[in-house]
């Protein structure tokens, strides 16, 4: 049911509120959902907030249950998601709320975890509460896309980033690259990356810019940063092999010629760079190794090869373009993409344009695939 029905529309406010909460903990929750309470006492007074801040710390009905005290008996908890039913790192969510004297629990979005999956509300209502569900379903939905993907997939939301020329460019012929946008795009990079549990480049990418991928200190512990290579024709000095920062994973074609590498190899052993072989080495091998390590949200900063494959393969779900007023021409100039095979006008990617904006005399466009791969 609609969360304009007559019967919710009082429980909205209250849902944007606990929907704010859950947003502090942006790309810090991770393999966990963001999640966010507010408790009412039985007068609909506010009387307890809370939000999961990060895995393995309390969950978000439990801070505000805390905050509440006894004034929770009685009252109704608004929440973004199902309260748990299942033992994990901490106790069950739905049997804290029934200790706590709650009448009513007002729920945005079911949780699509097997071991929850309308279990947390069947508990509740087994035990005499009130359940109301789909209050802003759909926003709570969007903003849990990335956890929701991985789960029913076993994949992490992709999202492709790219910056570019008015001409679409996103290099000089000579492939001077540094730097098509200006300072604020950066600085918002910088907080795309910090809400990404993982940034994903090319050897090509590491070879031509040789970067850092870190959010600059906005995200603790930062991103993992992933190097996907076939040839491992990779520069044995790179920011990417110091792990002081960030950690590092290379994932390389088990069928790679190691000969000639063993100075590189033994660089990685010495800092500490984690080494994975596939036998094929695409983005779509990638991703359930990312997701099992509890990435839900993925940036892919790669260059037109890489990144054409990615969005083949159905590893990218939303795109971010930062697009520069500057020309930069040249017929042999590098573009964002690489040739996705397409013959025809009827065959091309569909998105669904969700913003854009200025970062400061540069425009980003964010953008949602209508479909989750291409053929």
Do not use: Y
């Amino acid at each position: 049911m609609a969360a304009t029905d007559p019967s919710k529309q009082r429980w909205i406010p209250w849902m944007q509120r606990a929907l704010q909460l859950a947003g502090l903990a942006a790309g810090r929750t991770s393999p966990n959902p963001l999640v966010g309470a507010v408790v009412l006492a039985a007068d609909g007074q506010l009387v307890g907030e809370g939000f999961h801040a990060r895995a393995g710390e309390p969950h978000a009905e439990v801070g505000a249950l805390a905050q509440a005290g006894d004034a929770a008996r009685g009252g109704t908890i608004v929440v973004t998601l199902e309260p748990c039913c299942h033992h994990g790192r901490t106790p069950p969510c739905a049997e804290a709320v029934i200790a706590a004297g709650i009448t009513r629990v007002v729920v945005a979005l079911s949780d699509p975890d097997p071991r929850v999956a309308g279990g947390g509300l069947q508990r509740l209502r087994d035990a005499g509460l009130e359940v109301i569900t789909g209050v802003l379903e759909e926003e709570a939905a969007h903003q849990n896309r990335a956890f929701v993907h991985r789960v029913q997939t076993g994949r992490p939301w992709g999202v492709l980033k790219w910056a570019m020329s008015l001409d679409g460019r996103t290099a000089l012929p000579n492939g001077a690259s540094q730097w098509i946008s200006g300072s604020a795009a950066r600085s918002w990079v910088h907080r795309l990356r910090a809400g990404c549990d993982a940034v994903i480049v090319g050897g090509g990418t590491l070879r031509a810019d040789n970067p850092l991928l870190t959010s600059r200190g906005q995200r603790q512990p930062e991103p993992l940063r992933v190097v996907l290579s076939r040839s491992l024709d990779l520069p044995e000095q790179a920011q990417l092999w110091d792990q002081s920062e960030a950690s590092t994973l290379v994932a390389h074609q088990a069928s790679s010629d190691w000969a000639g590498r063993e100075r590189l190899r033994a660089a990685w052993a010495q800092a500490g760079v984690a080494v994975q072989s596939f036998e094929r080495c695409d983005p779509l091998a990638l991703l359930p190794l990312l997701a099992a390590r509890g990435c839900n949200r993925v940036l892919w900063e790669c260059g037109p090869s890489l990144a054409a494959a990615a969005l083949q393969q159905g590893c990218v779900q939303e795109l971010a373009v930062v697009i520069a007023p500057k020309l930069m021409g040249g017929e042999l100039a590098r573009t964002p993409l690489g040739d996705l095979g397409l013959t025809a006008m009827d065959q091309v990617v569909p998105l669904a344009l969700d913003s854009a904006q200025s970062l400061g005399d540069d425009l980003l466009l964010q953008a949602r695939l209508r479909c989750d791969s291409i053929d």
